[in-house]
């Protein structure tokens, strides 16, 4: 029967070890500190506060319980936002990994300039995205914005890009595809490299081609690669407000309204923290679903 040390008797057992361990805790306390009153407390408190009538201005903060909860999910612009952000997903995590292992498997190659694209592609990822939103805004304008400049000149009717519910959201999937393309294009070519070159010389002397090698090296290969990217690209689209917020404000007719924007919109311009802190915990709730289902796929694959 295999005995189970306890925490005291493996990492406090003999003075040195203590030594090092309380050293280390001294040593994270500044960081600890910070994320517990600015992190921890504030998640807690968020979770409390979403059972009572909660408003900014008003001295009266009865308990409701689950209200806030059954008024979210009665709300029909909880789930516009909802089914927004859904689309805005589906068209951000596919297309957004397809092109960035486009990219990656072209500059995996002996190219010339290589670090030259690589340094592009990749700057638009550390840009503010406040920044990258309003040149955005700039190309998308109806009047003078670069894309309608080229369509004019083409004889193309120009489109309002940010001013019709048809296109609204669109445009704004596109530049944040556009802004983080970069960052999925370095995954994948760190997962690229990591692929011994022995197997595509064994593969090149049985006669294999091209799309033989990716189909049976580099894909299996970049496998957790792929999943590193999607499930975490999938968070980050179900947390996308930037871009809304700069670009579109929820607009036009709520079009571009994702989950977050509709929890701001909640919390600050109506007032309503208890009912927005109820938003915050689905949208938590939401992501550990998704968390866990990362964790279960990295006990089959090895992620990056």
């Not at 990656?104 to 290589?114: E, G, Q, V």
């Not at 550390?126 to 309608?148: E, F, K, Q, R």
């Not at 309204?257 to 309503?272: G, K, M, N, P, S």
Request: aromatic share 16%; proline share 5%; glycine share 6%.
């Amino acid at each position: 029967m295999i005995k189970h040390s306890s925490f005291r008797e493996k990492y406090l057992a003999s003075p040195l070890k203590r030594e090092d361990f309380y050293t280390g805790l001294f040593c994270l306390a500044p960081s600890l500190i910070i994320v517990i009153l600015f992190v921890v407390i504030p998640i807690f408190y968020s979770l409390g506060i979403s059972f009572f009538d909660w408003k900014i201005l008003s001295k009266a903060r009865p308990f409701i319980g689950f209200g806030n909860y059954v008024k979210m999910f009665q709300n029909a612009e909880f789930w516009l936002a909802m089914k927004n952000t859904a689309l805005y997903t589906l068209g951000v995590v596919p297309i957004g990994a397809v092109i960035s292992l486009a990219m990656a498997l072209l500059l995996n190659r002996p190219i010339k300039f290589a670090g030259f694209f690589k340094t592009a592609f990749f700057l638009p990822v550390i840009t503010s995205t406040i920044a990258v939103a309003i040149v955005w805004l700039w190309i998308y304008n109806d009047h003078n914005g670069l894309i309608n400049i080229i369509l004019r000149s083409l004889h193309i009717k120009p489109v309002g890009w940010l001013t019709s519910p048809k296109t609204a959201l669109l445009s704004v999937m596109i530049m944040s595809i556009w802004k983080n393309v970069g960052y999925h294009m370095v995954i994948f070519l760190a997962g690229l490299n990591a692929i011994p070159e022995s197997y595509y010389e064994a593969a090149t002397l049985a006669g294999a081609t091209s799309w033989q090698k990716f189909t049976n090296i580099t894909w299996p290969m970049i496998v957790p690669a792929t999943l590193f990217v999607l499930i975490t690209n999938t968070i980050f689209s179900f947390q996308v407000f930037g871009p809304v917020y700069t670009m579109t404000g929820g607009g036009p007719v709520r079009s571009t309204t994702v989950i977050v924007y509709h929890l701001y919109v909640r919390a600050f311009e109506f007032q309503e923290m208890g009912y927005a802190s109820a938003v915050a915990w689905i949208i938590f709730l939401m992501l550990i679903a998704l968390t866990a289902i990362q964790l279960k796929l990295s006990g089959k694959e090895k992620l990056i």
